[in-house]
């Protein structure tokens, strides 16, 4: 290469493009030491070496758009000489019918093709040139864009309109629980199951766990209520304890009094276990406790009632149900509706005991923790046995309401077990038609509501005449009044 001062002049052994060179290098395997067009370097080539085995897509991308153009043709006249030759018409050198028929393949890949006049057939593409910094080019092709309509917004999914072209579709939302992250989405992508979509349903976002706890609105008032007719249920109970020789005391057996307030207290006191982040223990303790007690105390008002009849059954001369009074009959009642009861609940522990779960499904925000009460048979089972024993309380009482008034308490334990069975019998669809921490909420209200029926309907008119009317709590008032 001979440098003047105004221009570049290059000999006819070496290549002067620079890019060129380059390829010539890879293409060939020559070395910038040896010129490429030398005699010296020819003669490093087989002579029949075919230039369609070298890397001519590698020259697309060293050659400027004008120049690979030029190529092409060049590349075109090449091929049509060489069918020209081999064909049988060697004695005449045009070229044009060879041209016309004339197709091969070069970096496109579609390849070259000439119509009938001759003229570069149709084969457009959309080319993204970009000059790398080592000054070489590169061409990316581009796939055309063609819609009728807009992009669907991240959140929403295409959906394809029948009859019409792919490129035109409609957007419709993701699905519930599902999301899309992109536009124009084929398909909504479902969140794991602890987390949810956001408002929009452009991504997932962690559930937030919940349970009936002592800091929500709702824990704050069922425990008030608890304690509060837990003091109730202490007051009835010291006033009954001070006012223990009273008649009024003696006469509705004492005894049965002080085990129902007892176990009206206890399950005032067991909504607490219900409160609270779940936990083994609460959860074990929780149904059986409730169970257990309230059979204590049904038992009780049940005692009470049989009691009111055996006491006047056997004033009549001659009756052999006079050997039946005493505590010995009230005792026996109690301890064995209550022990089968406990009975059910260490089967229920031993088959099936409760466990804490996270419950996933029924909000889509929400986790919500809670006790699966294991086996749901023996969760009504026990719920059912107690039903059964306020029922038959309920009727016991019910034929007993037309005896003496004196030492009768049958008008009370009737309206009582009324307001009993009118709790639980709406607790069970209202208990199934709810979900997560509001079931837990459901039930303490029933057990709240319905062992203050027992306490108000039973108690309460005893305590107006211990405080209020002292008059009225004589013998000779409730022997005249008998």
Not at 91 to 120: C, E, I, Y
Not at 325 to 342: E, R
Not at 385 to 411: C, H
Not at 445 to 451: G, T, V
Request: aromatic share 10%; glycine share 4%.
């Amino acid at each position: 290469m001979t440098q003047t001062k105004k221009r570049t002049m290059c000999h006819h052994t070496q290549v002067c493009n620079p890019l060129l060179k380059e390829f010539m290098e890879q293409a060939f395997d020559s070395f910038s030491s040896t010129p490429v067009l030398s005699l010296r370097g020819q003669l490093r080539y087989k002579e029949k070496e075919r230039l369609e085995a070298r890397p001519w897509e590698v020259l697309k991308e060293y050659l400027p758009p004008r120049a690979y153009n030029i190529y092409t043709c060049v590349h075109a006249v090449a091929n049509a000489l060489h069918a020209a030759y081999l064909s049988r018409y060697k004695w005449t050198m045009r070229l044009h019918p060879f041209l016309r028929k004339f197709q091969f393949h070069n970096t496109s890949v579609a390849g070259v093709d000439l119509d009938q006049n001759g003229d570069l057939a149709d084969d457009l593409d959309l080319v993204n040139t970009m000059v790398l910094p080592n000054g070489s080019i590169w061409n990316v092709k581009m796939l055309p864009y063609s819609r009728c309509t807009q992009s669907c917004l991240p959140g929403h999914v295409k959906v394809v309109l029948e009859g019409k072209p792919v490129c035109c579709y409609d957007c419709s939302l993701c699905a519930e629980g599902t999301i899309s992250t992109q536009e124009d989405a084929e398909r909504c992508t479902k969140c794991p199951e602890d987390q949810h979509p956001n408002r929009n349903q452009t991504q997932c976002i962690p559930k937030h766990i919940t349970f009936l706890s002592y800091d929500e609105a709702l824990g704050v008032v069922l425990v008030f209520l608890g304690l509060l007719l837990s003091l109730v249920t202490l007051l009835i109970l010291g006033v009954f304890i001070k006012s223990i020789e009273t008649p009024i005391v003696k006469a509705n057996n004492r005894d049965l009094s002080y085990a129902l307030l007892a176990s009206l207290l206890l399950s005032f006191l067991s909504t607490l276990l219900f409160i609270g982040q779940p936990r083994i223990a609460t959860c074990l303790l929780r149904q059986t406790a409730f169970s257990t007690i309230f059979s204590v105390a049904i038992s009780s008002v049940l005692a009470k009632t049989i009691t009111v009849v055996v006491a006047f059954v056997a004033t009549k001369p001659g009756n052999r149900m006079r050997k039946w009074l005493g505590k010995s009959l009230a005792n026996s009642i109690v301890l064995l509706c209550s022990t089968f009861q406990t009975v059910l609940c260490i089967i229920w522990l031993g088959i099936s005991p409760p466990f804490t779960e996270s419950d996933m499904n029924s909000f889509q925000e929400q986790i919500t923790l809670q006790c699966n009460e294991g086996s749901v048979a023996m969760f009504y089972t026990a719920l059912g046995y107690l039903g059964l024993l306020a029922a038959i309380s309920f009727t016991v009482a019910f034929l007993a309401r037309k005896l003496p008034a004196a030492f009768n308490e049958a008008k009370l334990i009737t309206f009582s077990m009324l307001v009993f069975c009118s709790v639980w019998v709406s607790f069970v669809p209202t208990y199934l038609s709810t979900k997560g921490k509001y079931m837990v909420a459901v039930q303490i209200f029933s057990i709240l509501a319905s062992s203050a029926g027992l306490l108000g309907c039973i108690f309460l008119p005893k305590c107006y005449i211990i405080i209020l009317r002292p008059g009225l709590n004589t013998k000779e008032h409730l022997t005249a009044k008998s």
